[in-house]
C-alpha cells in the first residue's frame, strides 16, 4: 500500500474479521503532521472513492491515543 511508503507512517495494516464482509484498518503515524499529510495524499482520496461501493455506511473511525 502507498500508505505505507509515506514518512511518519508507522503502521498500516488491513484485517479481515470474523464477521464475513467486515474488514478493519489499522494505522498509526509519528505525529498529526503525518496525518495531515496522509489526508491529502491523493491514493488517500482516491482509494476512499474506490472502496465507497463496497461499502454499506459510512466507516466507522476510532482515533485512539496510547496510555
Known amino acids: 500500500a502507498a500508505s505505507r511508503q509515506e514518512e511518519g507512517c508507522l503502521e498500516y495494516t488491513l484485517w479481515r474479521t ?19 499529510a496522509h489526508r491529502k495524499s491523493e491514493h488517500f482520496r482516491s482509494i476512499g472513492k474506490a472502496m465507497g461501493a463496497f461499502m454499506d455506511g459510512p466507516p466507522n473511525v476510532l482515533r485512539l491515543s496510547s496510555i
Not at 470474523?18 to 495531515?36: I, M, S
Open 18 to 36: 470474523a464477521e464475513t464482509g467486515l474488514y478493519a484498518f489499522t494505522e498509526k503515524y509519528r505525529d498529526a503532521d503525518a496525518v495531515d
